[in-house]
T-cell receptor, first 111, second 108 residues
Framework: EAGVAQSPRYKIIEKRQSVAFWCNPI?????LYWYQQILGQGPKLLIQ????????DSQLPKDRFSAERLKGVDSTLKIQPAKLEDSAVYLC?????????FGPGTRLLVL | TQLLEQSPQFLSIQEGENLTVYCNSS?????LQWYRQEPGEGPVLLVT?????EVKKLKRLTFQFGDARKDSSLHITAAQTGDTGLYLC????????FGSGTKLNVKP
């Protein structure tokens, strides 16, 4: 069974630029999560989807972050415009129960 | 204040030594999970503990859920270099929360 796929793996941008991350969950997993992991910290949930509906986005900075999961499968997370403090690893996970399966993450550096 | 406090933050030991890391909270949880994250990878679930006082073993790793279901510990016996990584505890408390983790380095 293929795992959670994420791309790109690395991205370097300048502040005020835009960036998008893509996630392809495990086939059949209805729940999809985006996390932000700042260096030295644990993952922080940004948004949780159930199929193509949003379950929780209370910690998503909505003035600059957006996410969508059209058709209830793939998902994209966008940052526009990026700030220096957005430098982090962005992790996508999917689940069909309480067990989350994580992708390798996208490492973002904002200069 | 973090929902989950993990300690120690860093741990560097020699291969063969034993160690224990902790995950503490003032809240009561229905279950608690432990993950290991290696550099450049996402976290991988090790175990879920559900019952207060429960002890689960995974080879050389022993997980315990506190009687009051507010805390948990992870004990590693005879650590190996392959145990190196970031150990994270997590709970589903209306949404998933992770602790800041314990970064373990096992030296050969």
């Amino acid at each position: 069974e293929a795992g959670v796929a994420q791309s790109p793996r690395y991205k370097i941008i300048e502040k005020r630029q835009s960036v998008a991350f893509w996630c392809n969950p495990i086939s059949g997993h209805a729940t999809l999560y985006w996390y932000q992991q700042i260096l030295g910290q644990g993952p922080k949930l940004l948004i949780q989807f159930q199929n193509n509906g949003v379950v929780d986005d209370s910690q998503l900075p909505k003035d600059r972050f957006s996410a969508e999961r059209l058709k209830g499968v793939d998902s994209t997370l966008k940052i526009q415009p990026a700030k220096l403090e957005d430098s982090a690893v962005y992790l996508c996970a999917s689940s069909r129960g309480e067990t989350q399966y994580f992708g390798p993450g996208t490492r973002l550096l904002v200069l | 204040t973090q929902l989950l406090e993990q300690s120690p933050q860093f741990l560097s030991i020699q291969e063969g030594e034993n160690l224990t890391v902790y995950c503490n909270s003032s809240s009561v949880f229905s279950s608690l999970q432990w993950y290991r994250q290696e550099p450049g990878e996402g976290p991988v679930l090790l175990v879920t503990v559900v019952t207060g006082g429960e002890v689960k073993k995974l080879k050389r790793l022993t997980f315990q859920f506190g009687d009051a279901r507010k805390d948990s510990s992870l004990h590693i016996t005879a650590a190996q270099t392959g145990d190196t990584g970031l150990y994270l505890c997590a709970v589903n408390f209306n949404k998933f929360y992770f602790g800041s983790g314990t970064k373990l380095n096992v030296k050969p």
